[in-house]
């Protein structure tokens, strides 16, 4: 069975504290995502990679990093947490083909406080 | 740019039909998805359909999909409780990066009994 994990389902930090969001899948993906989710702005793409070692920017990276050191994992670093950045985290992951089908993780709902 | 829209709520009655419209903008969209997101969990894929079929069915789900209209919906057949979730509808992202899909804000299906 298919699984894409993320390190926390619940995470208070405070203002100006560097967080970091754990994925991980086990399915051999080459490809990654992260997605921030807000109440009627629906799945914004923050960052993604197609490869170890490499990222591209996604809508909104303002503020965000990312690292892929493995391939199957995938970080979200948050540099200096801000309010406006509490959101839920989605990760996904997925295989070039021709049906791009995504894997999502269980989400992170993230407070900055 | 490429664009997903849907409507935002969807209320029906346990056992009515629901169909949930979305149009998009991409006409070079190889596949359209439908993913579904329950409560407290990340998107699962539920269906997608080739952009050279007019339908798809599949038990309870039924995707139409009109090219000339660009607009692609799902019906769910005697809809139950356990339905009650958040569906998005995906295009390919075929300008951007391999895997990419553009998402849809969501519509969030309520089931009363």
């Known amino acids: 069975d298919v699984k894409v994990t993320q390190s926390s389902r619940y995470l208070v930090k405070r203002t100006g504290e560097k967080v970091f969001l754990e994925c991980v899948q086990d399915?051999?993906?080459?490809?990654m995502f992260w997605y921030r989710q807000d109440p009627g702005l629906g799945l914004r793409l923050i960052y993604f990679?197609?490869?170890?070692?490499?990222?591209e920017k996604g809508d909104i990276p303002e503020g965000y990093s990312v690292s892929r050191e493995k391939k199957e994992r995938f970080s979200l670093i948050l540099e200096s947490a801000s309010t406006n950045q509490t959101s839920m985290y989605l990760c996904?992951?997925?295989?070039?083909?021709?049906?791009?089908?995504?894997?999502f993780g269980p989400g992170t709902r993230l407070t900055v406080t | 740019g490429e664009d997903v829209e849907q409507s935002l709520f969807l209320s029906v009655r346990e056992g009515d039909s629901s169909v949930i419209n979305c149009t998009y903008t991409?006409?070079?969209?190889?596949?359209l998805y439908w993913y579904k997101q329950e409560p407290g969990a990340g998107l699962q894929l539920l269906t997608y359909i080739f952009s050279n079929m007019d339908m798809k069915q599949d038990q309870r789900l039924t995707v139409l999909l009109n090219k000339k209209d660009k607009h692609l919906s799902l019906r769910i057949a005697d809809t139950q409780t356990g339905d009650s979730a958040i569906y998005f509808c995906a295009e390919s992202d075929n300008g951007g990066s391999q895997g990419n899909l553009i998402f849809g804000k969501g519509t969030k299906l309520s089931v009363k009994p």
């Open positions: 990679s197609y490869d170890v070692k490499m990222k």
């Open positions: 991409d006409s070079s969209s190889t596949y």
């Open positions: 399915m051999d993906h080459e490809n």
């Open positions: 996904a992951s997925s295989s070039p083909g021709t049906v791009k089908e995504q894997y």
